[in-house]
């Protein structure tokens, strides 16, 4: 049974920044191709970031620059450290497998 657990979440001054986890059970991170969406209230889910096996990264416009998904076989981890944080990016953020299977999500809001 593949569980995805995200963490990190919370809120942050614009411009400041957080780091996003996403702890994997049952899936090897490094032979999946797994990213990041988000969904803010009244929107539909966008992605954010995705990484592939062989470690292609890939990006939302909205967030070159500011964002950078990575992995850690090791850990079987999947990370979105986030900066230059903006009220735009307030979102349940989701970490996904590319076979199927979703985190529960974790909140981020920007807020002053």
């Known amino acids: 049974q593949v569980q995805l657990v995200e963490s990190g979440g919370g809120l942050v001054q614009p411009g400041g920044s957080l780091r996003l986890s996403c702890a994997a059970s049952?899936?090897?991170?490094?032979?999946?191709?797994m990213g990041w969406y988000r969904q803010a209230p009244g929107k539909q889910r966008e992605l954010v970031a995705t990484i592939t096996w062989h470690g292609i990264t890939n990006y939302a416009d909205s967030v070159k620059g500011r964002f950078t998904i990575s992995r850690d076989d090791f850990k079987n981890t999947v990370y979105l450290p986030m900066n230059s944080l903006k009220p735009e990016d307030t979102a349940i953020y989701y970490c996904?497998?590319?076979?199927?299977?979703w985190g529960q999500g974790t909140q981020v809001t920007v807020s002053s």
């Open positions: 049952g899936l090897t991170v490094g032979v999946n191709d």
């Open positions: 996904n497998a590319k076979s199927g299977s």
